[in-house]
């Protein structure tokens, strides 16, 4: 059982930053991959970025590349999503996610824990 919590959502203007936060208050994340998805208002919910146990390999999507970084932090048991130049279109709430598998993977079933969400919203 892994419970997860996630912080660091909040308003900035375009352009700006914000640090998402995932820890684990039940369980571990040892020997699982991570991901960060987002849902905006009336879409689906849609891959972000996703990093193995190790961190030795990262996947983003297409449309943050270049702009968001996902790290880890095994010591704390936390994962982090680094977002910079903030657009309006990223306006969203941010789920993170615990793999059973270390497969960085972009499908949310390939995800069988989830944290409650933490709303970010971009003015422009």
């Known amino acids: 059982q892994v419970q997860l919590v996630e912080s660091g959502g909040g308003l900035v203007q375009a352009g700006g930053s914000l640090r998402l936060a995932c820890a684990a208050s039940?369980?571990?994340?040892?020997?699982?991959?991570m991901g960060w998805f987002r849902q905006a208002p009336g879409k689906e919910r849609a891959f972000v970025a996703a990093i193995t146990w190790s961190g030795g390999v990262k996947t983003y999507a297409e449309s943050v590349k270049g702009r968001f970084t996902i790290s880890r932090d095994s010591t704390k048991n936390t994962v982090y999503l680094q977002m910079d130049s903030l657009k309006p279109e990223d306006t969203a709430v941010y789920y993170c996610?615990?793999?059973?598998?270390?497969?960085?993977?972009?499908?949310?079933?390939?995800?069988?824990?989830w944290g409650q969400g933490t709303q970010v919203t971009v003015s422009s």
């Open positions: 996610a615990a793999s059973p598998w270390d497969t960085a993977g972009s499908s949310p079933t390939q995800y069988n824990y």
């Open positions: 039940l369980g571990t994340l040892s020997r699982r991959a």
